[in-house]
């Protein structure tokens, strides 16, 4: 009797990890529509953001979007091959990119699957273990969270008053934050914990110094700050009111969203409506929409373009 709990767990398990992303999703979208459905009084909700639609220039904000995608792509394969050359093998930025490009392609489903490819690639081509690999991506997230944090605290010191009460907070969470990587550093280095150093999730961490990371920060960072110039555009575009010192601000935290797991990007497009509330509530979550989903899939399109590359040197297909 004391045996059968353990025999469903994992069941249970994977049923909560396939079902906790749509019911985080079927709840963000829930709110949305209620406050566009109180929003839109006697309209439909489809009417309402029909017209919405209806006003956007589409054809400016296609010229806005699509050069930042081609950028962020260049910038996140930078940022991948800094670190996989640092810590894993030598290999031309010119080689990762077909392999990051197509990623995004499998990335509509799983980010996570998407970096299985990836990995894949480098154990095959380069005979990267896994568990390297795997230490180092989450190097890259450590360090994309802090750069977020970063520029958030920029914004809230810049945009000030004009944000909502709830960015108070950040400065005390930037010390935290900044306590935390302290020890952090502290704890890789330090001969105490050598033995937990040479794990395999471990591997990035037990290499990598402060330079390491400002590095990354500041790697990532150009992608970041052209965001903010062009969703600043791309929200007047939508008719929302929004100046770059906000935007700065808004940004970052935004950004978090898109890690929280659910599809379509639920949270972060909840996040522009709970952290905008003076806006239209129907402007800011088509707006939210279009960004992030255009964004995914826009850059598995040009995925697809070196999709046969990857192939050929992934299975030697023609």
């Not at 640092?86 to 490009?101: C, E, H, K, Q, T």
């Not at 990335?107 to 568990?131: D, F, M």
């Not at 914990?193 to 990371?213: I, M, N, P, V």
């Amino acid at each position: 009797m004391s045996e059968a709990p353990k025999t469903r767990r994992p069941g249970a398990q994977r049923l909560r990890r396939h079902t906790l992303p749509w019911i985080i999703s079927i709840a963000c979208f829930a709110y949305l529509y209620g406050r566009i459905a109180a929003a839109a009084g006697e309209q439909s909700v489809a009417a309402y953001l029909a017209q919405v639609f209806a006003s956007v220039n589409w054809l400016a904000w296609l010229a806005l979007m699509a050069p930042y995608s081609l950028f962020y792509l260049c910038i996140d394969t930078l940022v991948l091959w800094r670190v996989l050359n640092w810590f894993n093998a030598r290999i031309p930025y010119m080689s990762l990119l077909p392999v990051r490009a197509s990623a995004y392609i499998i990335s509509i489903l799983n980010e996570q699957v998407g970096k299985g490819a990836i990995a894949l690639y480098l154990n095959r081509t380069r005979q990267v273990p896994g568990w390297q690999l795997g230490s180092s991506m989450f190097f890259i997230m450590l360090c994309e969270f802090y750069c977020l944090l970063t520029w958030a605290l920029i914004g809230w010191w810049l945009a000030g008053d004009a944000l909502p009460q709830v960015f108070d907070a950040l400065p005390r969470i930037g010390a935290l934050a900044a306590l935390i990587f302290v020890a952090l550093l502290f704890f890789f280095k330090s001969e105490h914990f050598a033995r937990w150093q040479e794990r395999g999730a471990l591997h990035a961490f037990r290499r990598a110094h402060a330079g390491h990371y400002l590095t990354l920060v500041l790697l990532r960072s150009p992608a970041l700050l052209a965001a903010v110039g062009i969703y600043a555009g791309a929200a007047a575009l939508f008719g929302i009111e929004v100046t770059l010192r906000e935007m700065q601000a808004l940004l970052p935290i935004i950004f978090f969203g898109t890690l929280i797991p659910g599809p379509f990007r639920a949270a972060a497009i909840s996040l522009w409506a709970v952290l905008m509330p003076e806006q239209d509530v129907a402007r800011v979550a088509a707006f939210g929409f279009v960004q992030h989903n255009f964004f995914v899939l826009f850059n598995a399109a040009v995925g697809l373009l070196f999709l046969r590359r990857a192939n050929r040197e992934l299975f030697g297909a023609g």
